[in-house]
T-cell receptor, first 111, second 111 residues
Framework: GEDVEQSLFLSVREGDSSVINCTYTDSSSTYLYWYKQEPGAGLQLLTYIFSNMDMKQDQRLTVLLNKKDKHLSLRIADTQTGDSAIYFCAESIGGGNKLTFGTGTQLKVEL | DTAVSQTPKYLVTQMGNDKSIKCEQNLGHDTMYWYKQDSKKFLKIMFSYNNKELIINETVPNRFSPKSPDKAHLNLHINSLELGDSAVYFC??????????FGPGTRLTVL
């Protein structure tokens, strides 16, 4: 199957860390991605991880991949109000062009 | 500006009409995509073209017909519009599968 699930909402205080979770069902996923969508805008690729990696860090972003549990997470350190957006995880299989997106997590950052 | 652009940004039309959405990318990418995002923000691929050839065609009604006159353009024509076609349509392009660049979206409202 190609179901990719995320929790719908996450609210954090400015300066705290945010952790957005994603579970997927297809064990043959090759790449896993995190995209950000700000209101009224298209999707922006934040980061991606290859399936043979456990972790990837890029400035304030840390991606963790647990292949055994088919679980992907995105941690945003020192969350800012500008991080408020919808975050989508996505998977591609076999390095192909087709992305299957998760249901999206609305992140709200409060002062 | 190098980007993926879509026109129009907003499209309001009556049921039964035929309409087109245009997409252009000047990134020199070989592959282009159309995605549909529904009112619950769920994002699903519709079509993908590589060098003007159709490579992905998800279960989309045949009222939707993509056309790629050249590899920089992928237009979406929709016949006999229905209420359920109301959504935001995103065009994207990629050169390698691990990064897709998205356009700003076209919000289609069918009355």
């Amino acid at each position: 199957g190609e179901d990719v699930e995320q929790s719908l909402f996450l609210s954090v205080r400015e300066g705290d860390s945010s952790v957005i979770n994603c579970t997927y069902t297809d064990s043959s996923s090759t790449y896993l991605y995190w995209y950000k969508q700000e209101p009224g805008a298209g999707l922006q690729l934040l980061t991606y991880i290859f399936s043979n990696m456990d972790m990837k860090q890029d400035q304030r972003l840390t991606v963790l991949l647990n292949k055994k549990d088919k679980h992907l997470s995105l941690r945003i350190a020192d969350t800012q109000t500008g991080d408020s957006a919808i975050y989508f995880c996505a998977e591609s299989i076999g390095g192909g062009n087709k992305l299957t997106f998760g249901t999206g997590t609305q992140l709200k950052v409060e002062l | 500006d190098t980007a993926v652009s879509q026109t129009p940004k907003y499209l309001v039309t009556q049921m039964g009409n035929d309409k087109s959405i245009k997409c252009e990318q000047n990134l020199g990418h070989d592959t282009m995509y159309w995605y549909k995002q529904d009112s619950k923000k769920f994002l699903k691929i519709m079509f993908s073209y590589n060098n003007k050839e159709l490579i992905i065609n998800e279960t989309v009604p045949n009222r939707f017909s993509p056309k790629s006159p050249d590899k920089a353009h992928l237009n979406l024509h929709i016949n006999s519009l229905e209420l359920g076609d109301s959504a935001v349509y995103f065009c994207a392009s990629s050169q390698v599968s691990n990064e897709q660049f998205f356009g700003p979206g076209t919000r289609l409202t069918v009355l």
